[in-house]
């Protein structure tokens, strides 16, 4: 459990002191080095070789390696004698070092052993060799010091335990836990991935404003600001889809943008108010269309990226992206949780009672629609582990998509639902001006967000028909990489400042 911020700070202020002493020690280093004329802190080095292509580079069953020149952070000394090893660790792994005092000298060995310690970065020439222990080693001919770290880093085996700390000294955590190097390796991977996926079905990546005079797209409340030069209020948007949705008009009939969205709400182990959306739309297909587009951006992540279709979570239980995807209505699933084949005819205080006893938190003045989108959200959709695509939600709930033929009061609309949360809604988009105008009033008269004039005049000179889709990468990343909070793949989460009152 997360530590409060009370704590926390209790808590950094007791390791700074724990390692004040070596803080004094290494900054007598660092004075006596620069008495010496030695630059503890130089401009550069040049590698040939990363760690992983310096251990790839040794010939197999050659008695010696080629020369490489390496760099990394020094995380390991083993010093004994007249020689010693190390290990540096770079972007791409860690390497062995060994430090021969017959080989880089007297003086650069009495250097090694007394000026370096954990966390320096260090530039090292040498040629590999292989250990009596079959590992490809750097044999060090010189070296150089190219940063000298101040302070030491966390303890080797078990790095940083209290999750604030990890979330606000990320640094540090990248350093001493592996796993999340792997995480967020895995997230940039993703994202190339995804992004080739769609430039190969001839999508275009676009850009749109984040600063917006109107925010529209989603029901949400959006970070307020003010912009000087205009003198007037803006805001940070909430959603992509309304500029998009523009360049459809603008006769662009297959675009995405992977941007920032702003939602000032809560924080939860599944929502930050700073997040990575997806968005894409594409002209001529539906609904249906996105089916097939986010099945096939999966299944090339999962093929390309993680070599798997099946993803084991942080409780150990395994979803299979490779398997049959269930297709399913959302009155339907509602009618199953609640035991009602009536639900849908209820009035609302007969929903309200039903909540009330269920133990389902929902505000009574809610309108009838949301009461049952509760039920859904709360009962329903965290039980949906395996792939799903729950469609034709009630139209009340999505203002932006086209009313399904068979079922006036549902939309053509699909929320892919995989580990217990939505990972991508998708619709047959409204490009009826008179209707949409109508569905837009009907959400402003609920407080929710003003109307987009200016949106509504763009579909006044035509858009075709189209299919949209939104992915919550952050999401998505959750699911892909098994872990079981949104700040564990988020570099940066947003936390309360250290010096809040709490």
Known sequence: MAKSGTHLRALMKDQ??????????????????RAEGIDPFRNNWEPTHTSSEAVAAYPEGAEEGPEVSCAGRLIAIRKMGKASFARIRDRAGTLQLYFKRDLVGEGAYDFFKKRLDLGDFLGIRGTLFVTKT????????DFSLLTKALRPLPEKWHGLQDDDARYRQRYLDLISNEESRRVFELRTAII???????????FM????PILQSEVGGAAARPFKTFFNALDCPFQLRIALELSLKRLLVGGFDRVFELGRNFRNEGLSRRHNPEFTM????????????????????LQAICDDVLKSGKIERYDGQTIDLGGEWREVRYKDLVIKETGDPDWFGRSKAEKLAYCEKEGIEVDPQREDFEITNAVFEKRVEPTLLQPTFVTHL???????????KEDPDC????????NGQEIAPAYSEQNDPLVQREQLELQA???????????????????????????????????????????????????????AQE
Request: glycine residues 8%; negative net charge.
């Open 134 to 141: 079959g590992e490809v080693t750097l044999r060090v001919a």
């Open 411 to 418: 939309v053509e609309v699909f929320e892919l639902c995989i």
């Open 394 to 404: 009630p139209k009340e709930l999505i203002p932006l998509a086209k009313v399904a």
């Open 278 to 297: 997806l968005e894409v739309y594409q002209a001529y297909t539906d609904y249906r269309g996105m089916m097939r587009l986010i099945r096939g951006m």
């Open 205 to 208: 990546e676009v850009e749109t």
């Open 445 to 499: 008269g609920e407080e929710i967000q003003k109307i987009d004039e200016d949106f509504l005049l763009a579909l006044e000179h035509g858009m075709p028909p189209a299919g949209g889709m939104g992915v919550g990468i952050d999401r998505l990343v959750i699911l892909l990489t098994g872990v079981a909070s949104i700040r564990d793949v988020i570099l940066f989460p947003s936390l309360r400042p250290l010096g």
């Open 192 to 202: 190339r991935r995804i992004r080739r996926y769609l430039e190969e079905e001839d």
């Open 16 to 33: 700074e002191m724990d390692t004040s002493d070596q803080f004094a020690v290494r900054k007598a280093k660092l004075a006596d080095l």
